[in-house]
């Protein structure tokens, strides 16, 4: 069966809840039909620079936060999966909001985090501990609970879990993780804000 899709420049992480301005007719639509349970999910593709990523987050209404006038609201919806996008219908005609085709991704929560990365996780919680930062759920284990924790953008989410394999995935996150041990390294430890080249 097609899923509703809400294409945004968004990758939501399984758990995470955001919050949305459903303002567009064809959405309001869509989230009628959530609101009047016909749909139980919808999808959000990543999409960046007119192009629809083939990877996005399967989502669920919590609650309408506010109602504007001509029906545009205030939502939060929350991340329950992953999946690939095979290939989406913009005009489907039976209903006014894109549908697609996808491809649950069911093994995210088991995809490791692999030892370079958790090495490099490791000595990254080392520097973050050594310039007194919150290293807060870094400790987590497992790759998708590291990008998702990290503090990394929606493009670089979307740049890490568009690799074809798990290894790909993981050296793409080692890449991300040494980035940030270097600006972590690089900042003034004297208070001051100049950075030393």
Same mark, same amino acid.
């Given at each position: 069966m097609p899923l509703p899709l809400f294409p945004l420049r968004l990758l939501p992480m399984p758990g995470e809840t955001v919050g949305l301005h459903i303002f567009e007719q064809r959405y309001q639509v869509l989230f009628n039909d959530l609101e009047a349970m016909h749909l139980d999910e919808f999808g959000i593709p990543f999409f960046h620079d007119s192009k629809i990523w083939r990877v996005g987050a399967k989502m669920r209404l919590v609650t309408v936060q506010k109602r504007h006038s001509g029906g545009k609201r205030d939502v939060a919806v929350t991340a329950t999966g992953l999946f690939r996008l095979k290939n989406m219908d913009e005009t489907p005609g039976v209903v006014p909001y894109p549908l697609g085709e996808v491809e649950d991704?069911?093994?995210?929560?088991?995809?490791?985090?692999?030892? =370079?990365?958790?090495?490099?996780?490791?000595?990254?919680?080392?520097?973050?501990? =050594?310039?007194?930062?919150y290293v807060g759920n870094l400790e987590n284990q497992g790759l998708v609970r590291l990008i998702q924790h990290l503090g990394v953008d929606a493009m670089q989410r979307a740049e890490i879990l568009s690799q074809p394999t798990v290894q790909e995935m993981q050296q793409a996150l080692l890449e991300r993780i040494e980035m940030t041990r270097r600006l972590i390294q690089q900042s003034p430890q004297d208070g001051s804000s100049f950075f030393v080249n």
């Open positions: 991704i069911q093994e995210w929560s088991n995809w490791p985090l692999g030892k =370079a990365c958790a090495d490099a996780r490791d000595a990254l919680i080392q520097d973050m501990r =050594a310039h007194d930062m």
